[in-house]
């Protein structure tokens, strides 16, 4: 088939149209790309430089031409299949063109033809120019609609940059932890080279044999000194009631630690001595031992109940955790006896100050020994417990 070459009207002849051509066939980039050729020199910006575009191809012949020219080679293509239409064919050729998105070239390619008849020629004159109100209008739109979008793009820039650093700290300390690790993998290792070492070391001084002798040697030594422990205390025990058995006023035999006679009669009715006859015991009288020796407190408690008759208390001075157990208890005794040489300073302050308070008898020993105790006892039961016996040392 013959291709057909129809005759072009020059844009010089379409004053009314040029603005609507420059408009949607031209870029911007172009626009200015032509401009400048012909002589403009303002800024870029949109509408001055479509404004001095138009006019300069309605005064300047040359610029027309130059358009004109420039835009014949970009739709040439366009124009090659516009041109096999006719008539009222141009229509349709326009519809689909402008639903391929064509439009910019089938707009060139049907205004500049010399045949176009005029009706379409108007139709699509009128559609170009509601589609630029109509971009216009769409343009409004997104610039609103891409406010907020901006600002979240902003703010999850922001989030970006914060993980960001985030994630470079986590980076760093993922690799001092690594580097630590390695060290003590690196300790571990020459710990464990060493164990080897010392093991073969031993073996190589200490033949098997010899090293289960001396094993079972170690053995019978223990075996031997918790022996000798039990000899002791029981040697400790003896001498412990021997003393006892030579104190005056002790009429009672004692028993060993753990043993109770549940027939015994309480100690105020056991007394022999008749009514207004001076008692050497406490008769079941409460006293209260603060601080001494922990491995003294079962001699303590057997001279206390079971050779003068009284009920044995004990706190161990420690006043740090608060007094309330110690008033509890010089509340209930009827004398405080508390050795100096056992008990902090601040304690034994404190057991005088409670007493002082309280209106208790306190006697503060020079040192915790059983012959020390035994004779303040003998004492405070002869003296029947008298008040002025309080922040006495003995």
Not at 116 to 140: D, K, N, T, Y
Not at 276 to 284: A, D
Request: aromatic residues 4%; contains cysteine; proline residues 5%.
């Amino acid at each position: 088939m013959t291709q057909l070459k129809r005759i072009r009207r020059p844009l010089a002849v379409l004053p009314q149209c040029i603005c609507s051509i420059i408009g949607t066939c031209l870029t911007l980039k172009e626009t200015e790309k032509i401009a400048r050729r012909f002589g403009y020199s303002g800024d870029s910006s949109p509408y001055p430089l479509h404004s001095w575009a138009v006019e300069a191809c309605q005064k300047k012949p040359g610029m027309a031409k130059d358009t004109q020219k420039f835009l014949n080679g970009k739709y040439r293509l366009t124009m090659s299949r516009i041109d096999n239409y006719e008539g009222e064919e141009l229509g349709r050729a326009w519809n689909e063109a402008v639903r391929e998105g064509r439009v910019a070239g089938a707009y060139w390619a049907i205004l500049t033809r010399v045949d176009a008849p005029h009706e379409v020629i108007s139709r699509i004159f009128g559609e170009v120019h509601m589609m630029s109100h109509l971009q216009g209008a769409e343009v409004r739109a997104e610039l609103q609609e891409l406010d907020p979008l901006r600002q979240d793009n902003h703010d999850l820039q922001e989030r970006l940059n914060k993980l960001s650093a985030r994630l470079e700290k986590v980076n760093g300390d993922r690799e001092e932890w690594r580097r630590r690790l390695s060290e003590q993998e690196a300790e571990l290792s020459r710990i464990r080279h060493k164990l080897q070492q010392t093991e073969k070391d031993l073996l190589s001084l200490a033949p098997v044999g010899d090293l289960e002798r001396l094993k079972a040697e170690n053995r019978a030594l223990l075996q031997q000194l918790a022996s000798e422990k039990r000899l002791r205390e029981k040697l400790e025990m003896r001498l412990f009631k021997e003393a006892v058995r030579q104190l005056p006023g002790a009429p009672l035999a004692l028993e060993p630690k753990g043993m109770v006679n549940d027939t015994a009669a309480p100690l105020e009715d056991a007394c022999p001595l008749a009514e207004g006859e001076e008692c050497p015991r406490f008769c079941n009288k409460s006293i209260l031992f603060v601080g001494g020796l922990e491995r003294l407190e079962p001699h303590y408690r057997t001279l206390v109940e079971n050779v003068f008759g009284a009920r044995f208390m004990r706190h161990d001075g420690d006043c740090h955790n608060g007094q309330a157990r110690l008033i509890h208890l010089v509340k209930r005794a009827e004398a405080v006896i508390c050795p100096l040489n056992c008990t902090s300073h601040s304690a034994s302050l404190c057991v005088k100050k409670i007493c002082k308070d309280l209106n208790k008898p306190c006697v503060l020993l020079r040192n915790s020994g059983l012959g020390t105790l035994k004779r303040t006892l003998a004492r405070l039961a002869a003296e029947n417990l008298p008040s002025g016996l309080n922040k006495e040392k003995v």
